[in-house]
T-cell receptor, first 110, second 114 residues
């Protein structure tokens, strides 16, 4: 599986935008970029995914570099409920499992 | 939909005892995954099924671990005999087949082996 690199932790002030980076220099042409997050004492939950173009949904935005070797998950206005571990995962188009790395632990300060 | 349902939510047992964890996937989902999470090793894939058939069990740590999916609405993960190092949170997840299928996780079963 292609690997991703994320900072171990990040901190944000409440109501500020948050940019969570992910490097994936060995990404293949058919790999999708998925983001999941895990709130305390819960299972991971889907956030967003994309292939080449930037993506927006009600939770977040995903900005993908033109060469696809990095991406950024953007939370437009962090709330205390966004404090979680965020996982950036590469996955091919087959019916294969998600392989989780260590992710980035986001702390949100009131 | 009720989501992925796991039971028990918490289990405390003694070393050597048999442990059975249960999972009911979301109706209509045909892929099911078992993960284990510890502080040291993070979230690890143990085994996954497509259409009730085990596809890859290379993540199952030892022969003490076994998993079954007798039908589309039920799966079990069994540990026999259990050891303290098996203490972890075990997650079950399901999705529809297809690369865009969002993976839905249950709330997990926290296992403590004394």
């Amino acid at each position: 599986d292609a690997k991703t690199t994320q900072p171990n932790s990040m901190e944000s002030n409440e109501e500020e935008p948050v940019h969570l980076p992910c490097n994936h220099s060995t990404i293949s042409g058919t790999d999708y970029i998925h983001w999941y997050r895990q709130l305390p004492s819960q299972g991971p939950e889907y956030v967003i995914h994309g292939l080449t173009s930037n993506v927006n949904n009600r939770m977040a935005s995903l900005a993908i570099a033109e060469d696809r070797k990095s991406s950024t998950l953007i939370l437009h206005r962090a709330t205390l409920r966004d404090a979680a571990v965020y996982y950036c995962i590469l996955k091919d188009s087959g019916n294969t499992p998600l392989v989780f790395g260590k992710g980035t632990r986001l702390s949100v300060i009131a | 939909d009720a989501g992925v349902i796991q039971s028990p939510r918490h289990e405390v047992t003694e070393m050597g005892q048999e442990v059975t964890l249960r999972c009911k996937p979301i109706s209509g989902h045909n892929s099911l995954f078992w993960y284990r999470q510890t502080m040291m090793r993070g979230l690890e894939l143990l085994i996954y099924f497509n259409n009730n058939v085990p596809i890859d069990d290379s993540g199952m740590p030892e022969d003490r671990f076994s998993a079954k999916m007798p039908n589309a609405s039920f799966s079990t993960l069994k540990i026999q005999p259990s050891e303290p190092r098996d203490s972890a949170v075990y997650f079950c997840a399901s999705r529809s087949s297809g690369f865009t299928g969002e993976l839905f996780f249950g709330e997990g079963s926290r296992l403590t082996v004394l």
